[in-house]
Each structure stands twice: as C-alpha cells, then as structure tokens.
C-alpha cells in the first residue's frame, strides 16, 4: 500500500478502467476509515483516494463497488466524485503537476512559470503528456506564498520555481 | 544559474532566532528549532509540552477553561475574529445531550496564507493539546484535524504526532488519570477552497459535497451528526495551551497595549518584498514593522497597496501601514485583519489584473448554491477581464460596484460571496483610475495588445 498522506501520486499500473475490480488491500483500509466515523458515508472521499492511489484515478466502475462497501447509495458517492477538485474522474499521467494560481504567486511570477511548463510539455490546464507522463492542474493557494511562485509535482511541493529550472526540474519526474 | 531541484523544495519557515523567541513572550513558536525539524513527543514533554492538559484535565470543570477563555479573548484565527471562549459558551452541552465533537480547520486556502502549515509541520504536538483541552470545555467525545489534501507533510507529522500522543496516554481513555476519554483522527480533504468554510468543512467530513449549511442552528447547537460541534482554526487552538498554563491575564499582556486584543499572532508577508516569511508578533503589531522586517518591497520599487489577510479582504494603502494589525482596527478601514498574512502589491503590479486573478478564483471556488455568487462572479470576472484588455465599455465599473453590493453580507448562505465583494469594491474605490483606463484605453488590437501590466 502506498504511503496514505499521498494526493496524487500513485502506483505505476494504471487501470484503464474496464472491468473494475476492488483490491482487497483497498477494501479492507476502506473498512478501517469508516470506522473513523459516526456513519459509514464519511468514509466516502478517503475511500475514493484509496482507489485513486492505487488506480492512478477513480474509474466508474469504482463508484458502486464504494458503494457497496459502505453500505450507501451509489448516488451519494458519484455526487461526492464529481465535487471535489483532486478527484479525477478520468486518467491522468504518473505525476500530476499543480500550479498554484492564486494572488501571491500570480505576483511573483505565476504566468511565467505556467509558459516555461505548457511549453517543455506541450499541454495546457487540464491535459496529459501523450506518454502519460504528466497531467497539468492549476490549484488553489499552495500555502507556499512566502516562496511563489510555487507548484507541486506528485507530492513534491516546490517553491520559488524560477523558469529557467524547469526542464531539470520536471527531468526527475520519470 | 540554474538551481537543483532539492533546493527548489519548499519548507515552511519562521523568520525569526530561537534567541527572539521566549516561552513567555512566544506561546506559538518558542519551541521551534532553527533548523525548523518537526518537534516530537519527546521535545515537546521536556520543552513543558502537555503541562496545561496536566493542570486542567480532572482539576477544574470544563466551565472553568470556558471561562478563561472568554477572559483571554482569544479571537478566532481562522480570519473571522469570533472569541473562542465565548464560542466555546455557546456550545450545547449537559443533560442528557450526546457528546460532540471538535473539529480543527486546517484547510488553509486562502489565497496568501501560508500560517497554519508552520504548527502543523514543525509542532503538531501543540495543536493536539489544544485540542484535548478545548474538547474537554466542549464536552467532546471525539477531535478531528480537517487537513488539506495537498499539506502532505503536515499530514505526515500530524499523523505520527497523534500516534505519539495515543501510545504516551494523552490521547484515549483516561487522559493523564482525569477520567476524561478523547480520541483524535486526522481526516484529509480532496481540494475546494469551499471546505474551509465552517459547516461546508462539516459536510466534507461527513462525507458529503461541501456546500454550506443554513445558519441557524449554529454547530455548536447542530453539527457533526447532528451533535454540537466546535469548528476553530489551527492558530486558535494552538493558542489555549498556554492561556492555560500561564493565565488569562497573562495573554492579555503578551500585545503589550499595541491592541485591545491580547496574545501574539502569527504575521507574514509574501509578495515582492526582499524577505517574505512569517513572524510571531504582538498582537496590534503595524503592518510597517512587519514590512521593515521583511526588508521592504525588493528591486527599489515603490508600495502601491497590500491586503492585509488574504485574498478575500479589502486593499489597503501606504498610509495605511501604522495601522494596528488587529480586528477592529483594521476593520474600520473598509477591510478585515483576516488571516493577518500581508500581500504586497508594487507600483508597477496592475490592481485590475490582480482583482481579475482574485474573482477568477472566487468564481472558481463557488459551490454554486446562491445566485449572486454562483452567477455574480463569472459575470464579475467577464467584466474584469475585458477593462484588463481594455476592452470595457462605459458603465462596467458602476455595473461591478453593483456586484459587489450584490455579493454582500447578507445575501448569501455563506461569507465566500462577500469575500470575493471586499477586494473588488475596495480596488474600485481606492484604484478607480486604473479600471476607467480599461475603458478609455486605445481599442484596436486588443488582444494582442494586452495592456501592459503596470500601465493601467
Ligand atoms: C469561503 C471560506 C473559506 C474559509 N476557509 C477557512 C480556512 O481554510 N481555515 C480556517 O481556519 N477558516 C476558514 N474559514 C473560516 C471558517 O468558516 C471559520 O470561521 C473558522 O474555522 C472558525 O475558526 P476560528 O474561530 O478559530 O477562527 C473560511 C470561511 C469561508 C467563508
Ligand atoms: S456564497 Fe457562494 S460559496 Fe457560499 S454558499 Fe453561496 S454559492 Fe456557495
Ligand atoms: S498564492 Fe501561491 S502558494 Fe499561496
């Protein structure tokens, strides 16, 4: 199992959704969260990163097997998927880049950084590296305005990222 | 000069020597090593860790910390100022009420902030305690540290701190013999600025999307399950330690008459000052003494205004920096002390341009379920984005002064609406200049012909 601070990064076999089958490793610490809580529904969004650690993402097949561990209606668990921004609903690549688009980074260099990425990956917001390498994301304020403009790769915080560090930067990101 | 990518790792930092910083003057950070490594169990027993919860737990009624508390005056850190103590009074409890539940916000979201990351990394122990102390003057039967997603090393020492804590006896059955049970779990969150909003955060934690609640019944009444709840921000809770340990008084005097209100607060500056970072200060502490510590605004250029606490409170100017850093004061100037963190604009940043990347953020981050919000800001960023392009027409800035009246107190279920009203009316009132100049500005070409930032 991976390390359960983890946001987005992930094991490297990624599902392509087909078919999906519960691990039982994931059952099994989904069960543990729920008894976190007073009623088994609060376990629905550590349950979604659960699979998303191992799968990369939240396949649809993911939903009614949540579902069922938990003993709530499918309903519930989609509408929770489809809230949240860190979530994916469909494949991203092995690191998932955040970029911190708020006030203080957007002064001290935001727009700058996001051309040095957009232009060593040849995608914008939103999209994957055809190898599947990266998937790009804007974020809300990392927290890290003392030293914008800041970004996170995986679960890599960094920050001040001048342009210019970019390639070498992303070239440890295999 | 190109860096390696270790040192482009971000580490969250205080700005200040072990030297500065006393047991007696420094409740927050005393603890904090230089080297800004994570205080264990250990550190944190030797260095008076867990004494409070030794003197208060089974020895005075949760009444009592209530009431020292209020006395204290700690004013709610998460940005609204609300007195935690009298707060805490307001929590249902007695009779044959269920116990509830404690909840420590640590969503930190807030365009600018980057305060609460520095306790829960370096010195989770501290935040552990104040929360078994405001769970015990709650009657909670249980806490739970609603932590960001992306705060992955925080995650990572809070999560061993709790452990530390449960294997040490402070956290569990019997804490310290006092007969009192408290157990804490860390419940991490899957992005939305939105959460960090008292009851959309009780929603998240129950598991459901996080719009917010109607208010009333307030979480002290009906939280968590239906049960009282306590919602405070990490800095808050961080503070009841050592009001309790040292007395109320005793906090009150830490602000050494800079403000009405007592304690330190955690102060910072990002932006393009020469050294942006967090201090521990007095309470009331000015904005230019935090400035002055954070070497002035870098490269010779000049200050042309700065927000006070964050992204959704309203611009403030150069004349401005006397000003006591503290809820009232700063509250009688047409913004709020927020979460006390500054950002520095320089005069030759664009205010248009940044109120355009604030409402883009606002819009984003709405939960959709109040017109003026859900509709008001995309229409609010539309206008923006055209006076940015200086492509506005005539009467867009009396249109944006009526949406900023729109998302207002009052109008709407939650205080995001008028977090995103306070620095768009503000800009307009004290840059309206800069946003007629959008309309005014040559139009051919516009797109390709953005004006430049600084020239508006
Ligand atoms: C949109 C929105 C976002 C908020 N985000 C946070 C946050 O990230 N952290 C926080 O402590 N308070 C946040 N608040 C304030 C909380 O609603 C609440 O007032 C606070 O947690 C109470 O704690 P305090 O009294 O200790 O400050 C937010 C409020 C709004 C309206
Ligand atoms: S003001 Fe905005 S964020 Fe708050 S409840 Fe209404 S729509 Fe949601
Ligand atoms: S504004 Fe980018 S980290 Fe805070």
Same mark, same amino acid.
């Given at each position: ?44 969004? %550590? ?63 935001? @727009?700058? /950084?996001?051309? *040095? ?37 995986? @679960? ?19 | ?33 230089? @080297?800004?490594?994570?205080?264990? /169990? ?44 009298? #707060? ?25 902030? &980057? ?16 929360? $078994? ?5 709650? !009657? ?5 540290? &609603? ?34 049970? &408290?157990?804490?779990?860390? =419940? ?25 609640? !109607? ?17 405070? !921000? ?14 109320? #008084? ?28 967090? +201090? ?39 004349? =401005? ?57 995309? +229409? ?17 800035? %009396? ?7 729109? /998302? ?11 977090? *995103? ?29 953005? $004006? ?5």
């Amino acid at each position: 199992m991976n390390d359960n601070a983890s946001l987005t990064s992930h094991s490297p076999i990624a599902s392509d959704g087909d078919g999906f089958l519960l691990h039982d490793e994931d059952r099994a610490a989904i069960l543990e969260e729920r008894d976190h809580y007073e009623q088994p529904q609060a376990a629905c969004i %550590e349950a979604l990163k659960i699979v998303q650690r191992r799968h990369g993402w939240v396949p649809d097949g993911a939903i009614p097997a949540i579902a069922e561990v938990l003993g709530v209606g499918p309903a519930s668990v989609e509408g929770v998927a489809t809230f949240y921004s860190l979530i994916f609903r469909q494949p991203v690549g092995r690191h998932v880049i955040l970029i911190c688009d708020s006030s203080s980074c957007f002064l001290t260099g935001f @727009d700058e /950084l996001r051309e *040095a990425i957009t232009a060593e990956l040849g995608i914008e917001f939103g999209q994957t590296t055809p190898d599947g390498r990266f998937t790009l994301l804007p974020v809300c304020c990392l927290g890290a305005c003392d030293r914008g403009p800041a970004m996170m790769i995986g @679960d890599d915080t960094f920050g001040p990222v001048p342009p210019d560090a970019v390639a070498e930067l992303l070239k440890e990101y295999s | 000069m190109t860096s390696s990518p270790a040192s482009l790792r971000y580490h969250s930092q205080l700005r200040q020597s072990a030297a500065e910083r006393l047991a007696e003057t420094h409740p927050l950070t005393w603890r904090l090593r230089e @080297d800004g490594a994570l205080i264990g /169990l250990e550190e944190y027993v030797e260095k008076e860790g867990y004494a409070a919860v030794k003197k208060v737990l089974g020895k005075q009624s949760g009444q009592d910390v209530i009431g020292t508390m209020k006395e204290a005056n700690v004013r709610g850190r998460g940005g609204a100022g609300f007195s935690a103590g009298v #707060k805490w009074s307001l929590t249902m409890q007695g009779g044959d009420l269920a116990r509830g539940y404690i909840v420590c916000n640590a969503d930190e979201m807030e365009p600018g902030t &980057f305060k609460d990351r520095l306790l829960l990394e370096q010195q989770p122990h501290l935040l552990i305690e104040g929360m $078994i102390l405001g769970g015990y003057a709650n !009657n909670s039967c249980y806490g739970y540290i &609603f932590l960001r997603g992306e705060y992955i090393e925080a995650a990572r020492a809070v999560s061993r701190a709790i452990g530390e804590a449960r294997a040490a006896g402070w956290l569990g059955k019997n804490i310290a013999g006092s007969g009192f049970d &408290f157990d804490i779990a860390l =419940h991490t969150g899957a992005g939305r600025y939105i959460c960090g909003e008292e009851t959309a955060l009780i929603n998240s934690l129950e598991g459901k999307r996080a719009n917010p609640r !109607n208010k009333p019944p307030f979480p002290g009444q009906s939280g968590a399950w239906g049960k009282p709840t306590v919602v405070n !921000n990490v800095e808050t809770l961080c503070n009841v330690p050592a009001v309790m340990q040292h007395g109320a #008084k005793w906090y009150q005097g830490l602000s050494g008459g800079l403000s009405d209100d007592g304690g330190t607060k955690l102060y910072g500056v990002s932006g393009r000052v020469n050294r942006t970072g967090l +201090w521990e200060l007095p309470i009331g502490t000015s904005a230019a003494e935090l400035m002055d510590r954070a070497g002035g605004v870098r490269d010779g250029r000049a200050l042309k205004t700065w927000l006070p606490g964050g992204g959704s409170t309203g611009f403030l100017l150069p004349e =401005h920096l006397e000003l006591a850093l503290d809820f009232d004061t700063i509250g009688q100037y047409g913004s709020r002390l927020g979460t006390g963190l500054l950002t520095v604009v320089t005069e030759d940043q664009s205010v248009v341009s940044l109120v355009r990347n604030l409402e883009a953020f606002f819009a984003r981050e709405s939960c959709g379920w109040c017109t003026p919000c859900r509709d008001g800001l995309p +229409w609010t960023l539309k206008i923006l984005q055209s006076l940015e392009r200086g492509e506005g027409e005539q009467g867009d800035i %009396e249109l944006l002064e009526s949406l900023a009246t729109d /998302l207002g107190p009052g109008r709407t279920f939650c205080a995001h609406a008028p977090g *995103a009203a306070m620095p768009l009316e503000s800009s307009i009132r004290h840059f309206r200049h800069e946003f007629e100049a959008g309309i005014t500005h040559r139009r051919h070409a516009a797109h390709a012909d953005p $004006i430049p930032v600084g020239e508006v």
